[in-house]
Nanobody, 126 residues
Framework: QVQLVESGGGLVQAGGSLRLSCAAS????????VGWFRQAPGKERRFVAA???????????DYADSVKGRFTISRDNAKNTVYLQMKSLKAEETAVYYC????????????????WGQGTQVTVSS
C-alpha cells in the first residue's frame, strides 16, 4: 500500500506560481509512475503531468500539451516526494489537484493508477 498526501495548493493570481508536493508513505516508490491530475467542478479528472521510471535513477517526464513549458514535475526519492512546479497559472486552471501512483500502461489515464491522494485546491484568480 502507498499513501499519498498532497500539499501546496492555495490562492494565486493569474500569472503567478505555485509548487505542489506529493508525499508518499507506506512503500518506497522509486519505480512507480507518479502522476498529477486536476479536476474542476463538474468536469472529469484530467492528466497534467507524470514522472515515469526509466532505469537506475533516471525518469521520463510527460506533460499535457496545455501545461508544457509552464509546469515542471520532479521527484526526490530520498524524501519520497514528487513536486509539481506551476508557473504562469491561468484562471481556467482552477481545480483540485491530485497525485496518483502506480504502474500504469497509459500514464495519462486516471483509471490506470492504483493509489490516490485526497487532493489540494488550487484557485487562480483573474
Amino acid at each position: 500500500q502507498v499513501q499519498l498526501v498532497e500539499s501546496g495548493g492555495g490562492l494565486v493570481q493569474a500569472g503567478g506560481s505555485l509548487r505542489l508536493s506529493c508525499a508518499a508513505s507506506g512503500r518506497t516508490f522509486n519505480t512507480y509512475t507518479v502522476g498529477w491530475f486536476r479536476q474542476a467542478p463538474g468536469k472529469e479528472r484530467r492528466f497534467v503531468a507524470a514522472t515515469r521510471w526509466r532505469r537506475g535513477s533516471t525518469y521520463y517526464a510527460d506533460y499535457a500539451d496545455s501545461v508544457k513549458g509552464r509546469f515542471t514535475i520532479s521527484r526526490d526519492n530520498a524524501k519520497n516526494t514528487v513536486y509539481l512546479q506551476m508557473k504562469s497559472l491561468k484562471a481556467e486552471e482552477t481545480a483540485v489537484y491530485y497525485c496518483a501512483a502506480g504502474r500504469p500502461g497509459d500514464w495519462s489515464m486516471a483509471t490506470n493508477y492504483d493509489y490516490w491522494g485526497q487532493g489540494t485546491q488550487v484557485t487562480v484568480s483573474s
